[in-house]
């Protein structure tokens, strides 16, 4: 076999850090050969994206490194100083796409200058010839008008343009290798294959070798010839693709497997890792995965585990025998069914009707204002003791529609119904309560986890000083927070424990309807484990009543009993979820299902069940809002669908149920939007 493309032995990295040093890498050891693709996964602060930044020379410049080899394409990087660096590797050997691409592209710059850049400041290329391949890869990433669109700045793309732009960017110099950090965490799910079919296609044209660091275990099960497992900054196992998902070997892989929601029965819980990731200023002398592994043996705490070989490229770092391992990757998992509770109260806890929401939405400073309806007639019932989803792309309404079922904005037309007679916004706070996407950004940083949770009792002048001491303290112990954390800050908790707080506080006011707004979307998937977990516990316990609003349909097909799917203002679809998913009505909700991507090893990203382009929120109306990314549109589409009710389901589309299902009709030609931004 030729000589690997990168090779890491003994990649050690030390950072300082108030108090002594942080030893963030410890030891990560692995090749990647040509045209071949390598997944990093592991939990957030395991090391994945200092590892592959240190890769371009990118790692903190207070930073320690040493290893026994370092290479990129034949560059010692050790070995180059930062000119060298720049001159030489990055760009034409080595190129990243960075997770946000908004942090990478300079908001003042027109993107053709950026992407030029990398010809132009390498001498590779004139301006000219450096223009024509930015224009072709333009086009080539599915960037429509792309010798005009040069001359724009970055706010005025969408979030999936931007990342072709810096995909674009990244192969202006033809690299041997494409490194990719979470490109697709911020991105919808369809976008989101879009860009995974679109690199992984790019990959295979070019014979680029990749590396792929996500948490998104499907993303990589689907396009990654070798997976490696970081943890606490080593890699505790590295496998081809197909041995690492059907037999994984060490205890924290089986873990992270298990808290994947994909592919689990619904009603059973699910595999979450107790405790997070250690601290590495003190690095264990045994295995840094031994406090949290329900199998670790008494020598685990105190002999450093080696790496050994568990089949044909196939290693672990682990001193647990194969045969000590369950045969079961759920057997890792506490699997038993949870109690359902009580049956569900007839009625609804929550109800919808006909709610309008426009913005009025500024073109400059001489354009007439445009009118933005982000509602447009929406009808929605929550009943007692169920889990609704809601479902869609961004900018299909999700948020608007949670702004108004919690009073935050009064709809235009249409009413909300809530299961009590009183409507004041105090009978309101403590009937429904919000859990959002991000817990830092809802949470007081100067506020500590017990005057957060407190804070509801004191505005609705809820018991005494004891009274909301005891009842903070219970709600911490029914959430899993440690009660030595009653005088922690929000900068001192770990992701899921700042959520954790943010479901305490939601709980305070003891509310019948809990509104989760993504709120696993920013987590790990072991983190997210436990986060769902506590939800159908506290459903259960409680009988609450859960709206969820997610991206994310793994989440959805585990945790919901119906399905809201939303497209562009409007209810599209809405069913059980096991007709959603098993046999969708609407051709949209056909495409969000395909897009959904669970692990299946080898199994590729299947194509796109939508044409390109996004439609304008701004436009007028005229027929079917979906009917120009259809790939079934008919002669009926350009008259607005009315929406059709069933047995337990409603559908707004012109096709008949059975010509859904049995394929394409006959095609109707309609002019795909251009994307269009506003202020």
């Given at each position: ?76 990087l050790l070995a180059s100083d ?33 992407i030029t850049e990398a010809l ?212 890792d998992a506490d699997a038993a ?343």
């Amino acid at each position: 076999m030729s000589s690997p493309l990168v090779e890491v032995r003994n990649l050690q990295l030390s950072l300082p850090v108030p108090g002594g040093r942080l030893h963030a890498l410890r030891g990560v050891d692995f090749t990647l050969h040509a045209g071949h693709t390598l997944g990093l996964v592991g939990e957030s602060g395991c090391g994945k994206s200092l590892t592959v930044h240190t890769l371009l020379g990118l790692q903190p410049q207070a930073a320690t490194v040493t290893a026994a080899a370092l290479r990129v394409g034949g560059h010692e990087l050790l070995a180059s100083d930062e000119a060298t660096l720049s001159r030489e590797l990055r760009g034409r050997v080595a190129a990243m796409i960075f997770q946000e691409p908004m942090t990478s592209l300079n908001p003042v710059l027109p993107v053709g200058a950026q992407i030029t850049e990398a010809l132009t400041v390498h001498g590779l290329a004139s301006p000219a010839a450096a223009t024509r391949r930015a224009v072709e890869l333009l086009e080539r990433v599915g960037i429509a008008n792309a010798a005009a669109r040069l001359a724009q700045f970055p706010h005025q793309f969408s979030g999936g343009q931007r990342q072709r732009i810096m995909i674009a960017m990244a192969l202006m110099a033809e690299p041997e290798l494409l490194i990719a950090d979470e490109p697709t965490t911020a991105l919808d799910v369809t976008v989101q294959a879009e860009i995974l079919s679109l690199l992984d296609s790019l990959r295979r044209e070019m014979r680029m070798a990749m590396i792929l660091v996500s948490h998104n275990l499907g993303l990589v099960s689907r396009v990654c010839d070798d997976v490696a497992v970081m943890y606490a900054g080593q890699v505790v196992e590295q496998a081809p693709v197909q041995a690492l998902f059907g037999r994984p070997q060490h205890p924290y892989t089986r873990g992270l497997l298990a808290a994947v929601p994909e592919g689990q029965v619904h009603g059973t819980r699910l595999g979450a890792i107790a405790g997070t990731v250690p601290s590495l200023m003190s690095p264990p002398q045994g295995c840094a995965f031994a406090p949290r592994c329900h199998q670790a043996q008494p020598a685990c705490h105190d002999t450093a585990p080696p790496w050994v070989g568990r089949g044909v490229m196939h290693g672990v770092r682990c001193l647990l025998p194969p045969v000590v391992l369950p045969q079961s990757i759920r057997a890792d998992a506490d699997a038993a069914p949870r109690d359902p509770g009580e049956p569900a109260d007839p009625g609804a806890a929550l109800q919808g009707d006909g709610l309008v929401r426009r913005y009025r939405v500024s073109r400059g400073f001489f354009a007439k204002p445009a009118q933005l309806r982000a509602l447009d007639g929406v009808s929605l019932a929550l009943q007692r003791g169920e889990v609704l989803a809601v479902v869609g792309e961004s900018g299909c309404g999700k948020s608007t529609l949670a702004r108004l079922l919690l009073g935050l904005e009064q709809p235009d037309d249409g009413s909300v119904r809530l299961g009590l007679e009183a409507t004041d916004a105090r009978a309101r706070a403590r009937y429904i309560q919000p859990v959002f996407q991000d817990p830092m950004a809802s949470l007081n940083p100067r506020r500590s986890v017990a005057e957060a949770i407190a804070r509801p009792l004191e505005v609705h002048g809820l018991l005494d000083a004891a009274g909301r001491r005891e009842r903070v303290l219970a709600l911490m112990q029914q959430v899993g927070l440690p009660l030595r954390l009653f005088h922690a800050f929000p900068g001192q908790l770990s992701g899921g424990q700042r959520q954790r707080v943010a479901i305490a506080r939601a709980l305070a006011l003891e509310p019948q309807v809990l509104l989760c707004d993504e709120p696993t979307s920013a987590l790990d998937v072991s983190v997210q484990a436990q986060i769902l977990n506590l939800l159908a516990d506290l459903r259960a316990e409680r009988g609450l009543s859960l709206l969820l609003i997610t991206h994310d349909l793994g989440v959805v097909r585990h945790m919901a009993e119906r399905v809201l799917v939303m497209y562009l203002g409007r209810v599209v679809e809405e069913g059980p979820v096991a007709q959603i998913f098993e046999s969708p009505r609407h051709p949209y909700t056909r495409a969000l299902v395909a897009a959904a991507l669970p692990v299946a090893p080898g199994a590729g990203v299947p194509p796109p069940q939508m044409k390109p382009g996004r439609a304008d929120p701004t436009a007028p109306r005229q027929g079917c809002a979906f009917a120009p990314r259809c790939p079934q549109a008919i002669e009926s589409c350009r008259s607005e669908p009315p929406l059709r009710s069933g047995p337990g389901f409603r559908v707004a589309c012109h096709l008949a149920p059975d010509v859904l299902q049995a394929g394409p009709a006959a095609a109707l030609t309609m002019p795909h939007p251009e994307v269009t931004t506003w202020k």
